[in-house]
């Protein structure tokens, strides 16, 4: 099996900074992309970030210039640092990756973490 691991969650005031970190294990052939969702209360899932292989990076409209992801592919992990936090940015956050089993080396599925909580607010 193939499990994701969050770290890096928390409260934090406006304007402030948190760095989430997931990391991947398990019966792993490769990884292709790599990245972030996150769901407010009420709301549905959405994506945040996403590193592809090759350095390809997306993002969401509403947190360019604030969040950057990056990846350790030595590692299997994956980072989201995320500055300038806004109270619409409160929600939990799912670290997600695309991953080809060692026993199916060419088909790539979604793994999901268990969600990290964070909370912007004074």
């Known amino acids: 099996q193939v499990q994701l691991v969050e770290s890096g969650g928390g409260l934090v005031q406006p304007g402030g900074s948190l760095r989430l970190s997931c990391a991947a294990s398990?019966?792993?052939?490769?990884?292709?992309?790599m990245g972030w969702y996150r769901q407010a209360p009420g709301k549905q899932r959405e994506l945040v970030a996403i590193a592809r292989n090759g350095g390809i990076t997306n993002y969401a409209d509403s947190v360019k210039g604030r969040f950057t992801v990056s990846r350790d592919n030595v590692k299997n992990s994956v980072y989201l640092q995320m500055n300038s936090l806004k109270p619409e940015d409160t929600a939990v956050y799912y670290c997600?990756?695309?991953?080809?089993?060692?026993?199916?080396?060419?088909?790539?599925?979604?793994?999901w973490g268990q969600g990290t909580q964070v909370t912007v607010s004074s």
């Open positions: 997600n990756a695309a991953v080809a089993h060692i026993t199916t080396p060419l088909y790539f599925r979604d793994y």
């Open positions: 398990g019966s792993i052939f490769s990884i292709d992309a």
